[in-house]
Structures are given as C-alpha cells and as structure tokens.
C-alpha cells in the first residue's frame, strides 16, 4: 500500500513529492482538480472525469494541450506504481509556476500532479452510515463570480463553509445560493424526497456538476424513480420524507437530521435506500465490463 505523486510524468514518493513556491497555484489558488476512486482497481468514472477537468480548464483559460490518452496515462502509471487494491487519486492541473502577477504569460507551462492513495472500500449500502447536516449562513459563490461549475483549487467558500458545519456538530454543511434557493453541500451534491419523488437543484442554481450526481440520476431513471432537477428553497429540505448527498468518495449516502432536526424517522429512507442499491449495482456491472465511463449506464 502505497502513497505516490505523479508530477510532470515522474512518480515520485509522497515524501519526496515537491512543487515550486512560485507555482501559480500555491501562490493563487490558480488551479484545477479532479477526485477520482478506484472501483476493482480501475478508475470509475474516469472519462467523465477528464471530461470535467476539460471543463475547468477551458473556463479559467488554462491550455491543456496534452490529449485524452496522456491524462489516461499519467493515471494508469500512478495507480501502477502505487498498486493498491483500491485507490483514491487527485489529479491538479496548475497554472504553472511564474513571476508575481496575474498575466496570462507569465506561466509557460501548466502543472499536473496526480497524488494516489490506498482507499477502503465504500461500505456496503447496508452499512453505510449516515449524516447529520446543517444549512449554513455562507452562500455557494454566485455563479457571476467564479462559477461552481469549475472544480478549482480555490476552495476558500467550501472551507468555510465546512468550518461552520463543524462548529455546529454537523458532518457537512449545506449552502444556499444568492437567490436563496438550496444549492449544494461543501463537498457533496444534494437531493431530498418527498412523496416519492427525487428532487435535486438544477445545474443553473449554481453548483458542481458533481460526477456522482450525474450517475445517480440515471441510475433513478433506469430504476423507474421519478427524478427532477428543479430549484427549490430550504423549506423543502427540511419539510423532505428522505434526503442524501452524492460524491464520489461517499456514492450515495443518507441523511439522517437538517438543523438538529431528524428527517423521516431519523433513519436512511427506503427511497435513498433503493438508490444506494441501484447505484452499487450500476457501478458493479461497470466495473465487470471494464468501462471508464465512457457511456452513459
Ligand atoms: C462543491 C462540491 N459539490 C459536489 C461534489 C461532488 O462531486 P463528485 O460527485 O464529482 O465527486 C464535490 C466534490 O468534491 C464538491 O466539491
């Protein structure tokens, strides 16, 4: 079991893993990233993934000019030389190291590093535990600013955001956006129940296009769950029969209380329950049919 950091096309150990203090994304946040686990040893998901760090790139006007087939690579020779049974892997794109400022020339070339660790397996969805969350006073960055959608490396909203969540004895903390309608949690995506149907925000409300959460609405789809992506107000979190969040560490996981307040009878709802099945059932026919992702399930 291995912690290994790819950098530039070298692996190196973690304890020898090093980047320039001028890199752009120490001295700035300038950066973008990827958190991808393994599933049977493969990455899951992967191409969606690297879909997304495309994404991120092209909205912060970073040139990615390596192909598909060398992010798949760098991934491939990370997770080989940590060869763990199951790993989680980051992949960071930086805007490079260069002179003080802000100018689109003063970096030449971007940074990518992907750092591997050993991961244990998602627990099963029967013994998956439960989260207690909290809507939070700090609002998701407005989309106007630096949109949601990019998953970069400044994370100063989510961090505060978890800040608060802690204080208040929650495992995450869920914002709300400048409308004040529900947009996501620091690290999650959300979606409540009620009355038997699925409800999460709507990308438009201003949140991560989360991977997890992508997946989990086919899955809903597929599984005959009537599934809306449509804004909604808090009110409707905690007046929800069921609610779980999605991300890829955690897939599908169940709250169990909003504010201190038990939803449903406190326990992970029978909804959010098929879900968690459904999802472990799509992710094990993909993994045996060797699939990045690259397909929607
Ligand atoms: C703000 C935010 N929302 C949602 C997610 C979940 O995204 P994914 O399912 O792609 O892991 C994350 C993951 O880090 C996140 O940071």
Redesign the pocket.
């Known amino acids: 079991m291995a912690e290994v950091v790819w950098i530039n096309g070298r692996v190196y150990p973690r304890e020898e893993a090093v980047i320039s203090v001028f890199d752009h994304g120490f001295l700035y946040g300038d950066s973008i990233y990827e958190?991808i686990r393994t599933s049977g040893g493969r990455p899951f998901l992967l191409q969606r993934h690297l879909e997304r760090l495309r994404a991120s790139a092209a909205a912060l006007h970073l040139d990615l000019t390596r192909t598909l087939e060398d992010d798949r690579q760098g991934v491939d020779e990370a997770l080989a030389a940590a060869a763990n049974p199951e790993s989680i892997m980051r992949i960071i794109v930086t805007r490079g190291e260069g002179d003080i400022g802000y100018g689109r020339d003063l970096c030449r070339h971007p940074s990518s590093l992907i750092y591997v660790r050993p991961m244990h397996p998602l627990q099963d969805p029967e013994t998956r535990p439960g989260v207690r969350v909290v809507i939070l006073s700090i609002l998701r960055n407005d989309p106007r600013t630096v949109s949601?959608a990019i998953?970069s490396g400044n994370l100063l909203n989510?961090i505060l955001g978890a800040h608060e969540a802690e204080e208040r004895g929650a495992e995450e903390g869920i914002m709300l956006n400048p409308a004040g309608q529900v947009a996501?949690?620091?690290?999650?995506?959300l979606f409540i129940v009620k009355n038997g149907v699925v409800r999460t925000p709507h990308l438009e409300d201003g949140?991560?296009p989360?991977?997890?959460?992508g997946f989990v609405l086919e899955v809903a789809r597929e599984t005959g769950v009537p599934v809306r992506e449509e804004s909604f107000p808090p009110a409707d979190l905690l007046a929800a029969d069921e609610a779980f969040l999605?991300?890829?560490t955690r897939a599908v996981q169940p709250i169990l209380s909003v504010n201190e307040v038990q939803l449903g009878d406190g326990r992970r709802g029978p909804i959010t329950y098929r879900l968690m099945r459904a999802f472990a059932a799509a992710e094990a026919r993909q993994v045996a049919a060797g699939d990045h992702g690259d397909t929607s399930s």
Not at 184 to 189: A, L, R, V
Not at 210 to 213: F, Q
């Open positions: 958190t949601p998953k989510n996501e949690g620091t690290m999650t995506n949140i991560l989360g991977i997890t959460r999605t991300g890829t």
